[in-house]
C-alpha cells in the first residue's frame, strides 16, 4: 500500500484538476464507450463526478469504483474535443494510482507486471517459450490476414482472432546497433517497443531498412524494456518508474539526434507520460524532458525531417487509414502517415470515421471484450465500406484489433504498418 502522506498529496492533485470540468457534456459526442452504452458513467463527465466522491466512494464501494474507471479506451478522444481543456488522461491515471496505492495490484497484475514487465530477459525468455509451444494450442484463422484462434477455449484468449507470437523478436534478429549517420547527417535512436519486437518484427526491420536507405544512423541498444503504459494504466507506478529508469539507462548510453518509434502507444507515452507520471529519482527530470523534445514517431521523422517525396505507383494497390488514438489525440500526428502512404505510391482511400477509436485500449480489451469487439467492428466495416484492399496505421496494437475484427468477419484484407508499405516501395 502506498504512502498515507502521498496518497493525500495524490488526492489534492486530482482535486485541483478536477474543478476545470464545467460538466458541459462534450465527453458524451465523441466517446466511444458511450456511444455503445449511452451509460452516463461511462462518459468522461459521469466519471469525474465519480471521482469528486472518491475517497468516500473508494471506501464504501471499491469494486464499483475501480469497474467504471477501468471501462475507459484511455484513447483521448474526450481531452482533445474538451473546450475546458481538461487534462483528463492525467486525471484518470491518477485516480487508478490512488486506487492501487490504497488497495494494492491484485495477484495476476503483481505477477505481470512486477515479476515480468520488470524483468525484460524473463519476459524475453517467457513469449520466446510461448513461440515455440503456441503451435500446439493455436490453428489458422485468416490465411490473408496471418490470424490464428485458439484450438479450444481458454482463458483470455476466448474466441478472439489474434497474430501469433512471431518465431524470433527483434532483439534476436537484431540484437544492438550503433551505425554512424550517412548522407542524411542525422542519426537516431530506436525504441522498438513490446508487441513490434514480439509480434511484429518485420515492422521493426522494415524501419531499418528505411532509415538505412536515407543514410540515417541508427542507435539500437540491446535489453530494452516495456514503455511503462500497461503498469501506469492499472495505476502501478512503481513498475513505471522503474521501467522509465530502465530504459532512460539505456537510452542515455547512446548519442542521437531524435528517438523514433514505430508504436504510436510508446511515442505518447514516452513524450507525455515519462516526462510528468515518472515519480522516482528527481535528478532524471532534465533528461526526461529532453528525450521528450527528441521523440517522436517514425512516420512524422520521415516526413517532418527527412521530407519525403511522393513516389511511383505500386501496381495500383489501395490502401485507407486508421488514425491510432495515441496519434491523432495525444500528439496531433494525422497527415504524416498519410503522405508517408501516399510516398509508397499507393492508391489512397480514406475511410469513414478514420480518427475513430478502434476499441482496443490495452487492458480494456481483455477486460470488455465485448465491448471492444463492437466498437472494433464498426472500423471493421467501414475498413471494408472503403474498398481498400490494405488497412494500414501507425500501432501494432491497433493492427492486432483490427486484425481480429477483419478475421471475425472473414474479410479478404491485409493490415500493414505504414512504414512496411513505404520499405516496400524502396
Given amino acids: 500500500m502506498a504512502d498515507i502522506h502521498k496518497l493525500a498529496q495524490m488526492f489534492q492533485e486530482l482535486d485541483d484538476q478536477l474543478v476545470n470540468c464545467m460538466k458541459c457534456g462534450m465527453c458524451q459526442a465523441v466517446c466511444p464507450v458511450f456511444g455503445r452504452t449511452g451509460r452516463e458513467a461511462d462518459v468522461t463527465r459521469g466519471k469525474i463526478a465519480l471521482l469528486e466522491g472518491l475517497a468516500h466512494e473508494m471506501l464504501t464501494d471499491p469494486e464499483g469504483v475501480n469497474d467504471k474507471l477501468n471501462r475507459c479506451l484511455l484513447c483521448g478522444t474526450c481531452q482533445a474535443n474538451c473546450p475546458s481543456g481538461v487534462s483528463v488522461m492525467d486525471i484518470f491515471l491518477k485516480a487508478r494510482a490512488i486506487m492501487t496505492g490504497y488497495f494494492g495490484l491484485s495477484p495476476v497484475k503483481k505477477a505481470i507486471f512486477r515479476g515480468m514487465l520488470k524483468n525484460p530477459k524473463l519476459f524475453n525468455s517467457l513469449t520466446s517459450m ?71 518484427p518485420n515492422v521493426g526491420q522494415a524501419i531499418l531498412k528505411v532509415l538505412d536507405h536515407h543514410g540515417v544512423g541508427v542507435y539500437l541498444p540491446s535489453g530494452q524494456a516495456c514503455c511503462g503504459i500497461p503498469a501506469l494504466s492499472s495505476g502501478d507506478t512503481e513498475t513505471f518508474d522503474t521501467l522509465v529508469e530502465q530504459n532512460m539507462k539505456r537510452l542515455m548510453a547512446g548519442e542521437f539526434d531524435y528517438l523514433v518509434t514505430g508504436c504510436a502507444t510508446c511515442t505518447s507515452t514516452i513524450k507525455e507520460l515519462w516526462p510528468t507520471m515518472y515519480q522516482g529519482n528527481e535528478a532524471l527530470a532534465g533528461d526526461l524532458a529532453a528525450m521528450e523534445r527528441k521523440t517522436m514517431d517514425i512516420s512524422q521523422f520521415l516526413v517532418d525531417i527527412l521530407h519525403i517525396e ?82 494500414a496505421t501507425s500501432c501494432p496494437a491497433c493492427m492486432m484489433q483490427i486484425m481480429d475484427m477483419l478475421s471475425r468477419k472473414g474479410a479478404q484484407k491485409e493490415v500493414r504498418h505504414v512504414i512496411e508499405l513505404y520499405a516496400d516501395s524502396l
Fill in 130 to 200: 510461448g513461440a515455440k509451444f503456441q503451435g500446439l494450442f493455436t490453428k489458422p484463422a485468416n490465411d490473408m490476414l496471418g490470424t490464428s484462434c485458439a484450438r479450444f477455449n481458454a482463458p483470455v484468449v476466448g474466441d478472439r482472432h489474434f497474430k501469433a507470437l512471431a518465431d524470433k523478436p527483434l532483439h534476436k534478429l537484431v540484437p544492438e546497433m550503433d551505425t554512424p549517420a550517412g548522407k542524411s547527417g542525422i542519426k537516431v535512436g530506436f525504441y522498438v517497443g513490446c508487441v513490434i519486437d514480439k509480434m511484429f
Fill in 310 to 391: 511522393p513516389g511511383k505507383t505500386m501496381g495500383g494497390r489501395s490502401v485507407t487509414y486508421h488514425d491510432p488514438c495515441h496519434l491523432k489525440n495525444s500528439l496531433g500526428v494525422t497527415a504524416q502517415p498519410r503522405a508517408v502512404i501516399e510516398a509508397a505510391g499507393c492508391d489512397f482511400k480514406e475511410m469513414a470515421e478514420a480518427g475513430t477509436c478502434c476499441g482496443c485500449g490495452g487492458s480494456f480489451n481483455i477486460a470488455h471484450y465485448e465491448l471492444s469487439k463492437a466498437i472494433g467492428g464498426r472500423k471493421a466495416d467501414n475498413i471494408i465500406d472503403s474498398g481498400a484492399e490494405v488497412a
